[in-house]
């Protein structure tokens, strides 16, 4: 499936970009972030593309919706960091640049100053390879989502 051959997500999708998986099904992608606003940082978006939450249908929004508790949970089980946010941008203003739609999951600590329009900067692909890897261990556990997250 490669929906949008000038949209890098659905080229993601279709397998033709690389890109470090965490989970996949039939309607749902969520891999690395390359630019990690902060250690863990991640993506997961529908398969379908869609520009912008208003353009998404119900489905891919509900299944996306599911699959970020599934990572965000993961990645509380990997990092234990103190906090997560999940963010979701719609439009320039807003900070997106990517125009296929997807939820930001990211790990964060109360002075991590991050602001809502952050600057990109490349990560270490072998870091964030080897922390894809300790996020898949854990979604390959049974997810916990009932677990009250310890929040600082
Ligand atoms: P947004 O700015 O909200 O549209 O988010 C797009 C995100 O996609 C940014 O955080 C980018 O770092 C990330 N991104 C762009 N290209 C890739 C890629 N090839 N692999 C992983 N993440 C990417
Ligand atoms: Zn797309």
Excluded: Y
Aim: hydrophobic letters at 40%.
């Amino acid at each position: 499936m490669n929906e949008n051959p000038d949209c890098i997500f659905c080229r993601i999708v279709a397998g033709e970009i690389p890109s470090f998986k965490l989970l996949e099904d039939d309607r749902v992608l969520s891999f690395m972030d390359i630019n990690p606003a902060n250690e863990g940082h991640c993506l997961v978006i529908p398969k379908a593309h869609a520009p912008n939450l208003f353009e998404s249908d119900d489905g891919s929004l509900a299944a996306a919706a599911a699959a970020c508790r599934r990572v965000a949970d993961a990645v509380r089980r990997t990092l234990d960091p103190p906090g997560i946010s999940l963010m979701q941008a719609n439009g320039p203003a807003a900070g997106q640049s990517v125009f296929h739609f997807h939820f930001h999951v990211i790990p964060r600590r109360a002075d991590d100053d991050l602001l809502f329009n952050w600057e990109p900067r490349p990560g270490d692909l072998d870091a964030i390879g080897r922390l894809a890897e300790r996020i898949r261990a854990s979604l390959r556990q049974e997810p916990a989502p009932q677990k009250t997250m310890r929040l600082e």
